[in-house]
């Protein structure tokens, strides 16, 4: 979903004869995203949540739970759907995928902190007290321009830096190392 300057805000949608209120405040989003990653939780189990933290409706219709996750993901969230290819004997196809498009350069839960302290010097946002204000698409484009002297905005070019003829590539490997995005848990400074 792009943002358009001479849209509405969205604040509900429609499935058959349904209408359905929506809170796409970025926090809720972000929730979320931290619901998708629970491992101990079924796939429908993550879209009952999800659909009623979004909706405040708790949905008990398995099929129009299916039917309201799948619009949410699909008009509002921007979550790709995996398409697996299948060789002549059924077996999954390998999947190539394109380093410098997939490379992930931030990650909302351990980049919380420079992300806050980033909107709070760039905008006088306070991400803290913008939380069920500030929409997930003001949150994304604010993000998307935050200016260069911001610290996520930094750690963003640290990470994204490849290394080329000359230069320092010590001091900058340090950094990337500094501000790399590690797996859960660990502390990364």
């Known amino acids: ?31 979320v995203f931290e619901i998708l ?33 799948i619009y949410i993901k699909e008009h509002f969230l921007e979550i790709e759907k995996e398409t697996v290819q299948y060789d002549l004997l059924g077996n999954p196809m390998p999947t190539a995928k394109d380093e ?41 484009a604010l993000l998307n321009a935050l200016p260069d002297n911001t610290i996520m905005q930094q750690i963003i070019e640290i990470r994204a830096w490849k290394p080329e003829y000359g230069g320092d590539k010590n001091k900058m490997r340090k950094l990337q190392a500094k501000y790399s995005l590690g797996k859960e848990g660990e502390d990364n400074g």
Do not use: R
């Open 37 to 69: 990653k629970e491992e101990e939780m079924t796939h429908l189990e993550q879209a009952q949540l999800i659909v009623h933290l979004l909706t405040g409706q708790e949905l008990y219709d398995i099929k129009e739970v299916v039917d309201c996750w």
């Open 100 to 140: 410098e498009e997939h490379e992930k350069l931030i990650d909302f839960e351990q980049d919380a902190e420079y992300i806050y302290a980033s909107f709070l010097q760039a905008y006088g946002i306070n991400l803290l007290k913008s939380q069920n204000k500030l929409t997930w698409t003001e949150f994304k």
């Open 1 to 31: 979903m792009s943002m358009k300057l001479n849209d509405a805000l969205i604040t509900n949608f429609s499935i058959a004869d349904n209408e359905y209120d929506i809170d796409l405040s970025f926090n809720k989003v972000l929730d």
